[in-house]
């Protein structure tokens, strides 16, 4: 478990979460990554740009 960097609240990370994973908060709905497993650290997902099919 670890928390929300938009609200604070707890996220619950499944068992088998990988860094890289996109999870969401079930408190304030922001799209969180997981970038460290040991110790947990959720940081905010990238958006995502359109390529304009470049």
């Not at 996109?22 to 970038?35: F, K, N, R, Y």
Request: proline share 6%; glycine share 8%.
């Amino acid at each position: 478990m670890t928390e929300c960097v938009e609200c604070g609240a707890d996220v619950t990370l499944h068992d088998n979460a990988e860094v890289g994973e996109i999870l969401d908060c079930t408190t304030c709905g922001a799209e969180l990554e997981l970038v460290e497993r040991n110790p947990p650290v959720l940081d905010r997902a990238p958006e995502l740009e359109e390529d304009w099919g470049e």
